[in-house]
T-cell receptor
Framework: GQQVMQIPQYQHVQEGEDFTTYCNSS?????IQWYKQRPGGHPVFLIQ?????EVKKQKRLTFQFGEAKKNSSLHITATQTTDVGTYFC????????????FGKGTKLSVKP | NAGVMQNPRHLVRRRGQEARLRCSPM?????VYWYRQLPEEGLKFMVY????????ESGMPKERFSAEFPKEGPSILRIQQVVRGDSAAYFC?????????????FGPGTRLTVT
């Protein structure tokens, strides 16, 4: 069945270091979404990418959608302790009108 | 504009009891999703509902679990005869558009503990 995979599962960085998480889908996606979940919290929507090769920036966060619309990445420049949490990517299941299928997430810890 | 509301936030049930989890979507949202999350794991889709209709329940166990989203009132996820393996965080999300076309707004979750 359709799968969305994320690597790495865990990432420990020193504050100020960069961080990247990668997301790969077994099928072409009409869009990809990223969510962040703080420890003990709930997922919060970060961004949606729709176009092939699209790149979007939110302050220190850079999101990319691959040319084939099957992979995506999230890069954080100069991590801060406030970046701690689990980052999930998600894509529509079964096409553009399906439910979201989530990756298992990358858990980021930042050492001050 | 109030966000997605879920109650209770924490629920403790003994094995064999029933658990009822409630979700009120954001105003104007007619699409509701339920997810289950085990500790240190991702979100597992359970069911997708619109008002009075179940659109997709492929992620929900066939037995003991049911969901509804009536014309009036919140969406309800009901778990009958709970077992220890049902202990998890259950998140509800709502969206203004169907399926994966738009972002989903998550509620704070209900942490279910079965003793």
């Amino acid at each position: 069945g359709q799968q969305v995979m994320q690597i790495p599962q865990y990432q420990h960085v020193q504050e100020g270091e960069d961080f990247t998480t990668y997301c790969n889908s077994s099928t072409t996606l009409s869009n990809i979404q990223w969510y962040k979940q703080r420890p003990g919290g709930h997922p919060v929507f970060l961004i949606q990418l729709v176009k092939s090769g699209e790149v979007k920036k939110q302050k220190r966060l850079t999101f990319q959608f691959g040319e084939a619309k099957k992979n995506s990445s999230l890069h954080i420049t100069a991590t801060q302790t406030t970046d701690v949490g689990t980052y999930f990517c998600a894509g529509p299941y079964g096409g553009s009108q399906g439910n979201l299928i989530f990756g298992k997430g990358t858990k980021l810890s930042v050492k001050p | 504009n109030a966000g997605v509301m879920q109650n209770p936030r924490h629920l403790v049930r003994r094995r064999g009891q029933e658990a009822r989890l409630r979700c009120s979507p954001m105003k104007g949202h007619s699409h509701v999703y339920w997810y289950r999350q085990l500790p240190e794991e991702g979100l597992k889709f359970m069911v997708y509902l619109q008002k009075e209709n179940i659109i997709d329940e492929s992620g929900m166990p066939k037995e003991r679990f049911s969901a509804e989203f009536p014309k009036e009132g919140p969406s309800i996820l009901r778990i009958q005869q709970v077992v220890r393996g049902d202990s998890a965080a259950y998140f509800c999300a709502s969206s203004p558009l169907e399926g994966g076309r738009a972002e989903q707004y998550f509620g704070p979750g209900t942490r279910l503990t079965v003793t």
